[in-house]
């Protein structure tokens, strides 16, 4: 849960809406839009829904590469906010983190500071990887330990040449020493391998999943 000075901050970045309405998620927009809801009750008892729309294209246009969320209610530009955001609604806020590749959070908080995931479009690549993970659990699993190998492997085989690349900068090994590295890949292989871990992030950014060690740099 985003902590107080950081939600103090977050409502710094708050604008109203100007009440258009949200447009439907459409076939191809999967990989540069995401859109999740929220069922609520307001303070007059009356059911309400709430939208949260990220376009992942003004990550590119933003000059912080962070891009904005839109809060939407019953259909209406109500709010938004650069990311990270925090929107206050009924019993709590909705948390919205972002990543190079997707989303790593797009919660409900309530003021006891429970927690649970908004519900995603189900023709988003978020809502239709929840579909596979209710529909076919034991492929889904599979699909999520393969893309922690994908991950992972990268990682092993790639950082430590990054660190004999860096140790050979003159400064850095006039004072730490140089490096060399135990593995030494051709560039095509190291190419397919930052394919193959960008590949992961991004099926890791459809179920929301983030670790700070493995996706810290996301």
Not at 201 to 213: F, G
Request: charged letters at 25%; proline letters at 7%.
């Amino acid at each position: 849960m985003i902590n107080d000075r950081k939600q103090r901050e977050a409502a710094k970045r708050i604008k109203s809406g100007n009440g258009r309405p949200l447009k439907h998620f459409r076939w191809w927009q999967p990989l540069s839009r995401a859109l999740f809801y929220l069922p609520a009750t307001d303070s007059d008892g009356r059911h309400v829904v709430y939208a949260v729309d990220v376009p992942y294209w003004q990550q590119v246009v933003t000059e912080d590469g962070k891009g904005k969320a839109h809060l939407y209610l019953d259909g209406r530009h109500h709010s938004e906010s650069k990311l990270p955001a925090v929107f206050p609604v009924p019993g709590g806020a909705v948390e919205v983190e972002s990543t190079a590749f997707g989303l790593k959070r797009c919660h409900y908080v309530t003021a006891e500071g429970d927690m649970r995931r908004l519900i995603p479009d189900e023709r988003s690549a978020e809502g239709r990887r929840a579909r596979l993970d209710r529909e076919h659990p034991a492929l889904s699993r599979w699909i999520g330990v393969l893309s922690l190998i994908l991950l992972v492997v990268p990682i092993i085989l790639v950082v430590p040449q990054i660190i004999e690349g860096v140790s050979h900068v003159p400064p850095i090994g006039q004072r730490f020493g140089t490096f060399t590295s135990p593995i030494d890949l051709p560039p095509w292989l190291n190419i397919a391998l930052g394919f193959c871990a960008s590949t992961s992030s991004v099926e890791r950014a459809t179920r929301l999943r983030w670790n700070a060690l493995l996706d810290g740099g996301s």
